[in-house]
């Protein structure tokens, strides 16, 4: 019996990322799902890499495809002048594809961490000033409802379409005196802790950041700065950020795919961390939802 090949063979995350590719799900809503975006964003920098590097082995396999679509090889003493036209550009491509293999596609791995890293930075700036928000709303509530148990008629000798109207007015007065939460600052995990800190979301005692995966942080910040703002070399700027850099001023960044894999695993796994510490006082959690932070390295794509 026949297996018909095509989409109906597609497990879950496949699916997902078909849909994904075909209709990116962020172009149906508007900001504030920004655990969703973050999702997403890892997603396709992951997916785009990954046919970047697939294409490259594609591509270094040309000129075997061209010689069985002709029936002949490159060694052929007598090889017609169109056949050989065909295997000489064939031949370019594939040796072109072959060096960067070679050399891992640095380039591939700097474009889909930028990505990541400004994914973790957009999902801390919007997610922490929701939060606020959140609890702002939150506070006013509780306010309302106590005035109004306790001095019910207060409330009540207000007009039925004012009391909208003041509620919408406290809840703007409480976040404003909460004030404003700012945006990321800093390197490594501070960057990020010092805004989750303004509503109560900096790490636990319990579960401290390993030092080993503040420094990732640190590394691929520094290093983003100078892929998008320095054109990849590396000035004394970026080494004082990130002083465990193996690269000297003014050297070349080219960014390995054992690069990669360290810096996406930090990125992806502290993500998760944070995600996660909002739910810790909810009944039907449990440890096992948390990440392992001493194995963070394990949270790269496999195959990646």
């Known amino acids: 019996m026949s297996t018909e090949i095509g989409e109906q063979q597609l497990g879950d995350f496949a699916r997902s990322q078909f849909a994904a590719a075909r209709r990116d799900p962020r172009l149906e809503r508007s900001r504030g799902a920004m655990v ?5 964003a890892m997603e ?11 294409g490259l082995h594609e591509l270094a396999l040309t000129v075997e495809r061209h010689e069985r679509e002709l029936g002949v090889s490159r060694g052929d003493e007598e090889l017609a002048p169109e056949a050989a036209r065909v295997l000489q550009a064939a031949w370019e491509r594939a040796e072109m594809a072959r060096i960067e293999i070679a050399n891992g596609h640095p380039h591939l791995n700097a474009q889909a961490l930028v990505s990541m890293n400004s994914a973790l930075d957009a999902l801390v700036e919007e997610w922490v000033p929701s939060l606020r928000a959140m609890r702002a709303r939150w506070m006013a509530d509780q306010a309302i409802k106590k005035t109004n148990e306790e001095s019910p008629q207060l409330l009540g000798a207000v007009a039925p379409e004012l009391r909208e109207g003041l509620a919408d007015a406290l809840r703007s007065e409480v976040e404003r005196k909460l004030g404003k939460v700012g945006r990321v600052k ?19 005692p319990d579960r401290p950041i390993p030092k080993d995966l503040d420094v990732a942080l640190t590394e691929v910040g520094a290093l ?8 990849g070399r590396v000035d004394p700027t970026a080494l004082e950020l990130a002083p465990t850099l193996r690269y000297q001023d ?17 990125i992806r796994c502290y993500a998760t961390e944070i995600q996660l510490r909002p739910m810790r006082n909810w009944p039907e959690f449990t440890p096992e939802h948390l990440p392992d932070l001493a194995n963070w390295r394990s949270y790269c794509m496999v195959g990646a």
């Not at 969703?36 to 997403?40: G, P």
């Not at 396709?44 to 697939?54: M, Y």
């Not at 003014?250 to 930090?266: K, L, N, P, W």
Request: glycine residues 8%; hydrophobic residues 45%; charged residues 30%.
């Open 186 to 204: 800093g390197k490594g995990v501070n960057r990020y802790e010092r805004l989750l800190a303004q509503e109560g979301l900096a790490a636990p």
């Open 250 to 266: 003014g050297e070349f960044v080219r960014i390995s795919a054992a690069d990669y894999r360290t810096y996406s695993a930090a």
């Open 224 to 231: 983003r700065d100078v892929l998008i703002h320095n054109a």
């Open 44 to 54: 396709e920098a992951e997916r785009v890499r990954t046919l970047g590097v697939w």
């Open 36 to 40: 969703a975006d973050f999702k997403v």
